[in-house]
């Protein structure tokens, strides 16, 4: 089992922080938790100014994605997630955003 991650996440590629908005409507300590297809539109302030350049896209997760909890047929995003980042990062989770709700 793994803590599930909320919008109050701390995610980053590795070079700087990214943020990631959600509208589910499941909320735990008051934050929409983070769905598989919310990561499409994920924001980075990547300083990573040596080419191939900043990170600025998610290639498929490898880890991290809950087979049992869905929020309107999508995946829930658990603090386990692991992900390669184009052109050159990695998803780190510093935190997931909460401690009540885990799943996996």
């Known amino acids: 089992m793994a803590q599930v991650l ?4 701390v995610l980053n590629c590795g070079h700087g922080k990214i943020a990631v908005s ?4 499941l909320h735990v300590s008051g934050n929409p938790v983070l769905l598989q297809g919310d990561f499409a539109t994920a924001k980075f302030a990547c300083a990573n ?7 600025n896209a998610f290639a498929a997760f490898t880890a991290g ?11 829930v995003m658990l603090a386990s ?5 184009a052109p050159k990062g ?8 909460q401690t009540i709700l885990d799943a996996k």
């Open 6 to 9: 909320t919008t109050d996440a």
């Open 81 to 85: 997630a692991k992900a390669l980042i």
């Open 49 to 55: 100014s040596t080419p191939p350049g900043p990170c």
């Open 90 to 97: 990695d998803l780190v989770v510093t935190s997931p955003g």
């Open 65 to 75: 994605v809950s087979t049992v909890l869905k929020v309107n047929g999508q995946p």
């Open 22 to 25: 959600s509208s589910a409507a």
